[in-house]
């Protein structure tokens, strides 16, 4: 019989075997979003939908929030596992070992100090479905339940985090506190985090803006009262310039992430056309985050939305490089491995930006392309509408709006 393996031998073997990887995991299939019309609408979604009611997950994540916590909601972590609970590396080994579980740990929060408090990969996935939704016209209705548990968990989570500290279920402004939190894993100890506050504030006005016959009134006025009780999405001075902040409080950094900027992508609250724009470019200039191009680093995503076509160009050049190996698209190892995916999701979102960005009615093209570059691209856009077009010298030439009412709202952006 062969040995059984050490609690050190399970986890290098069986981390990553039955876990889903969103940081940075939702680069690819925002990316689709531009070049599909919802037929691909990925199975990982589809997953994330089943974690509520409908599929096999569905006893798992709204489950585990009312066996730890006693509340309502949903609570998928960073890191997953195809029942939608903490993958085992993430939640500790009770045999101890590299990552043990000690037994006397905080029930329903995973060891791993990467992802222990971080929750907001469900916003994420939350507004994913409600583009989806905008951009293809398709129904919504099952993914609905998802989208309320994802929000609902902040809602009642952290009132009854702050309730149990000091009796209070809000702060003197009639805010939430999102503390024990984290800011993507860039920051420990943070208060009210830029990506989970945006995230929010994106997420309950989405579902505000569907039609009634989605979401009844008398739902909409208890979204009303939940994002009236979101905290602002932080800022702060820096050299005498106001900028997006990682979170109101922070106490240690861990790598390299920008959570600061998650409020332009994916959470469209700044950016071109959006009050706040030129805090938005400082914060980019003056970030203590990594502006590398590797893995999922998004830099070149948040240059195009921030209009700054010269930086977005010099990312995408090094982002959709030949990989050097056999097969061109192979990048990596970043930070995880070969081939990675999100290092090609991130760079075909940034490309997809400075070429078309949609703003309320408009359609924006060219708002952060560089001058001399020739392209010929076919985009969707939203409400069901395809954007093809060739770029020659600058100029905009052979331009198809379907359907064609639809052109009116096409515009030529200038950044430059």
């Known amino acids: 019989m062969a040995e059984p393996l050490s609690a050190h031998a399970t986890f290098e073997t069986c981390r990553y075997q039955d876990i889903f990887l969103d940081q940075g995991g939702n680069k690819h299939q925002q990316a689709g979003m531009a070049m599909m019309n919802g037929d691909g609408f990925p199975g990982k979604v589809w997953l994330y939908r089943d974690t509520v009611e409908g599929g096999p997950a569905a006893v798992s994540s709204a489950a585990r929030?009312?066996?730890?916590?006693?509340?309502?909601?949903?609570?998928?972590?960073?890191?997953?596992s195809v029942l939608a609970l903490p993958g085992c590396a993430m939640w500790g080994f009770v045999e101890g070992g590299r990552r043990g579980r000690p037994e006397d740990y905080e029930h329903g929060v995973q060891v791993n100090g990467a992802t222990h408090y971080l929750y907001q990969a469900q916003?994420?996935?939350?507004y994913m479905m409600l583009k989806w939704h905008r951009y293809s016209?398709?129904?919504?209705?099952?993914?609905?339940?998802?989208?309320?548990?994802?929000?609902r968990f902040y809602d009642e989570h952290y009132r009854m985090r702050k309730k149990t500290r000091d009796g209070n279920e809000l702060d003197e402004n009639g805010h939430i506190v999102i503390t024990p939190s984290k800011a993507c894993e860039a920051y420990n100890g943070a208060v009210n985090p830029a990506?989970?506050?945006?995230?929010?504030h994106a997420v309950l006005t989405g579902l505000l803006e569907l039609d009634d016959d989605l979401v009844p009134p008398?739902?909409?006025?208890?979204?009303?009262?939940?994002?009236?009780r979101v905290p602002p999405i932080p800022t702060a001075e820096t050299d005498g310039h106001r900028v997006l902040a990682p979170a109101a409080n922070l106490k240690t950094k861990r790598c390299g992430e920008i959570p600061e900027l998650y409020p332009?992508?994916?959470?469209?609250?700044?950016g071109l056309g959006r009050d706040g724009l030129d805090?938005?470019?400082?914060?980019?200039?003056?970030?203590?985050?990594?502006?590398?191009?590797?893995?999922?680093?998004?830099?070149g995503i948040f240059c195009a939305r921030l209009g700054l076509a010269d930086e977005a160009a010099e990312f995408a050049v090094k982002k959709l490089a030949d990989s050097g190996r056999r097969f061109p698209t192979y990048w990596g190892p970043g930070h995880d491995w070969v081939p990675d995916h999100n290092w090609g999701g991130s760079g075909m979102i940034g490309l997809q930006e400075m070429l078309?960005?949609?703003?309320?009615?408009?359609?924006?093209?060219?708002?952060?392309w560089p001058d001399g570059w020739d392209a010929d691209f076919k985009l969707h856009a939203p409400k069901q509408t395809m954007v093809e077009a060739k770029v020659r010298g600058g100029k905009v030439v052979d331009l198809k709006v379907t359907p064609g009412s639809r052109r009116k709202d096409v515009v030529l952006l200038e950044t430059r």
């Open 65 to 80: 929030v009312e066996r730890y916590w006693g509340h309502e909601g949903c609570c998928c972590a960073e890191q997953i």
């Open 123 to 126: 916003l994420e996935f939350a």
């Open 137 to 151: 016209g398709r129904d919504v209705r099952l993914y609905l339940p998802f989208v309320d548990a994802a929000a």
């Open 195 to 200: 990506d989970a506050t945006a995230g929010l």
């Open 218 to 228: 008398r739902k909409k006025a208890e979204y009303r009262e939940m994002l009236s």
């Open 264 to 270: 332009v992508f994916p959470y469209d609250r700044y």
């Open 279 to 299: 805090v938005a470019r400082e914060t980019w200039q003056r970030t203590g985050g990594s502006k590398g191009h590797v893995s999922w680093h998004q830099g």
């Open 356 to 368: 078309l960005q949609a703003h309320g009615e408009q359609i924006w093209l060219l708002p952060a």
